[in-house]
Structure formats: C-alpha cells, structure tokens
C-alpha cells in the first residue's frame, strides 16, 4: 500500500508577553504530536515593511523561540533544529489589500528599497502573501509571472 503523507500550516500566534514560555510549550506539545517542522508567524499589513517594526530580528527573535543556547548554534539556510529534533522556522506573512502595495512590495522603486527588502526577506525562512481581495490577487500572479519570464530569459 502507498503511503500518503500530509502536511498541514498550523498558524499559532505568540503573546507579545510571555513568548518564549509560550513557544517552548508549543513546540513540545506539537512535538508530542508527531511534528517535525513549526513556523512562528509575524503578520504584516500593507505594502511597507519596515525593519525596525517587521524584521524577524525583532519581531521573531531566536532566543525567544529556541529553548537552549546550544539550538542556537546550529545556524543554517533554513530554519534551525531544536533539541527536541523540531525544525523550528521563521515566517513573515504580508496581508495585501491594496494593488498600489502590490507593486510597492514585489517591485521596490529604489535600489536601497531592493537592497533592503532583500536583507529583510532573507532573515525569514519563509516568506508568504495573501491577497484579500480579487485585484489584489491578479496583479501579484502577473507581477510574479513576468518577474519569472525574466529570469528565465536571462538564463538564455
């Protein structure tokens, strides 16, 4: 018999106060579970990311999501393993209602807005948008789709 494998995106939210006590309960009751993967999520709205307020520094701190000092050691390119054997990951969720953010957010005007939208992508693990609305939803696929095109021409 084949074997299916589910995955499922439980979306937690963290108490500003008390978070790293909350965190460690949950990764080790999601643990008991059968989880090997969790995602602390920090929402932002709107177009405009702004370090100081959305960076996963500051709104997602490892030592506030990692129980011990040796987890934190254990850096990598995506998410870092407790010792609990749980991958645990950073994501940044961006609502988007207007279709101006759209373009604000996928293509920044500046090369310093580029620059820093990408250092601040990168301190994540992942990275998600969710359009509220249809237009909003239409202009991200086709900003996507053309930003796809492009670079698969220039690996001509």
Known sequence: SQSSQQ???????LPPSGRKHQAQM?????????YHGIAFCHNS???????????ADKTLPWDQLLPSEADKESESNFGRQNSLGTKV?????IVIEEVSDVCQLLLPSTAD??????????????????????????SMC?????SNEAKSSNNL
């Open 7 to 13: 995955y499922f995106d439980l979306n937690i939210p």
């Open 26 to 34: 949950c990764q080790a009751r999601l643990r008991q579970l059968g």
């Open 45 to 55: 709205f709107g177009g405009r990311l702004i370090p100081e307020r959305d960076g």
């Open 89 to 93: 990951y950073r994501r940044l969720n």
């Open 113 to 138: 807005a580029q620059q820093a939208s990408r250092e601040l992508f990168q301190k994540y693990d992942i990275v998600s948008l969710q359009p509220m609305n249809e237009p909003v939803l239409q």
């Open 142 to 146: 086709e900003l996507l789709s053309q």
